[in-house]
């Protein structure tokens, strides 16, 4: 959990520092950005997404196969998604930031954030999560190319706010998110998530 809390904490410092700072010292994917910069955002970016696909990964993994369709019925949960539904949709959505980030189609097969309905079981899931932290990590190896432009449409920022660097944070956020439910879950089928274990 403490791990959690600091990726977060980074996440969204790096996400404000990036917004609010003066113009001319943002990195934007243009070709007047400072590649020591642009390669400076792309470490601290390939950092926080390694660690967040370590905690989300390793958490699925410790999900029992036969738990996946595993839903929560104490408390308000009416029409909530199974835990292999929500990793899929993680998985999902980081498809579609990814692409948008590369400037690409989003893939077909990602639907509308639920993922593909021919991944079914545990080990398909998680090869689907696994794989779509690695094409996040293609839009990070991106930022700063000029050759392509990140695409808008996923994103709830206007147009000329979109970049590269903000799309991976998007899914930063959305995954820091969905990792909390995803330790809910566990812990209501008394499985204790592998970054809270001794």
């Known amino acids: 959990m403490q791990r959690m809390k600091w990726m977060t ?107 593909p309905e021919t991944v079914r079981t545990k080990d398909e899931i998680l090869a689907y999560l696994s794989g779509s932290f690695a094409h996040l990590s293609k839009a990070v190896d991106a930022i700063g190319q000029t050759n392509t432009s990140a695409n808008p449409s996923p994103s709830p920022l206007k147009k000329g706010e979109v970049t590269r660097s903000a799309l991976v944070v998007e899914s930063l956020f959305h995954a820091a998110d969905h990792y909390g439910q995803i330790v809910v879950y566990l812990r209501m089928n008394g499985v204790v998530p592998p970054a809270s274990r001794p």
């Open 9 to 115: 904490l980074l996440v969204m410092w790096l996400a404000v520092s990036n917004l609010f700072a003066p113009a001319s010292k943002q990195v934007r994917d243009t070709k007047d950005a400072a590649p020591l910069d642009a390669q400076r955002e792309k470490r601290a970016l390939q950092s926080l997404l390694n660690l967040a696909e370590k905690l989300i990964v390793s958490a699925v993994d410790a999900m029992p196969a036969d738990k996946f369709g595993f839903v929560p019925t104490d408390g308000e949960f009416k029409g909530v998604r199974t835990f292999g539904q929500m990793v899929k949709h993680v998985a999902a959505t980081n498809h579609i930031l990814a692409a948008a980030a590369l400037g690409e189609e989003p893939p077909a097969d990602a639907g509308d954030e639920v993922g």
